[in-house]
T-cell receptor, first 117, second 112 residues
Framework: AQKVTQAQTEISVVEKEDVTLDCVYE???????LFWYKQPPSGELVFLIR??????QNEISGRYSWNFQKSTSSFNFTITASQVVDSAVYFC??????????????FGPGTRLSVLP | DVKVTQSSRYLVKRTGEKVFLECVQD?????MFWYRQDPGLGLRLIYF???????EKGDIPEGYSVSREKKERFSLILESASTNQTSMYLC???????????FGQGTRLTVV
């Protein structure tokens, strides 16, 4: 069965600090997708990134970067030069390939990030 | 843009009431989901629907039922609300062949 672990429950940083959110996953499938979602105080989950299991290339998007390592089953998320607007709960998620991806969508418990001015 | 709309942002209901949470999506997605979000537990799947009138139980279906009479609408029903169902409820939709879900803004339900 699949599982997603986010060991950091809460993180507080001061603005402009870099911060890394950890995500470790378990799956027996060789084909799967990993995601990061952001949930700001408004409540809606906002999609940030999707990565498939065959693509271990790291990705950078502005101040955000993601490090995918199959050898350690990790998909970590780094925010560089954090800003107060980055304060949110961040969820890592896993979806295994199958006849319907929706059947196998699993979320981690989330990490609450507070960026202090 | 995909839009998933939940009928209420905040709801307060009394114990024993029948509660309906409504969700509508406008992108013709086959899949729709209801999740419950609690601190430290992340999102837990209550029910999943992959087509009209089709549904599958998720991880925590007890105390809930669902209805999908039209493709765009997925309702979550609490037959007799209890205080332990106080939570944030999130609806989502997706396409079967695309591993990405789109979420509504959530309904924060308080049962008193």
């Amino acid at each position: 069965a699949q599982k997603v672990t986010q060991a950091q429950t809460e993180i507080s940083v001061v603005e402009k600090e870099d911060v890394t959110l950890d995500c470790v996953y378990e799956t027996r499938d060789t084909t799967y997708y990993l995601f990061w979602y952001k949930q700001p105080p408004s409540g809606e989950l906002v999609f940030l990134i999707r990565r498939n299991s065959f693509d271990e290339q790291n990705e950078i998007s502005g101040r955000y970067s993601w490090n995918f390592q199959k050898s350690t089953s990790s998909f970590n998320f780094t925010i560089t030069a954090s800003q107060v607007v980055d304060s949110a709960v961040y969820f890592c998620a896993l979806s295994e390939a199958g006849r319907n991806y929706g059947q196998n969508f699993v979320f981690g418990p989330g990490t609450r990030l507070s960026v202090l001015p | 843009d995909v839009k998933v709309t939940q009928s209420s942002r905040y709801l307060v209901k009394r114990t024993g009431e029948k509660v309906f949470l409504e969700c509508v999506q406008d992108m013709d997605h086959e899949n729709m989901f209801w999740y419950r979000q609690d601190p430290g537990l992340g999102l837990r799947l209550i029910y999943f629907s992959y087509d009209v009138k089709m549904k599958e139980k998720g991880d925590i279906p007890e105390g809930y039922s669902v209805s999908r009479e039209k493709k765009e609408r997925f309702s979550l029903i609490l037959e007799s609300a209890s205080t332990n169902q106080t939570s944030m409820y999130l609806c989502a939709s997706s396409l079967p062949a695309v591993p990405e879900a789109f979420f509504g803004q959530g309904t924060r339900l308080t049962v008193v």
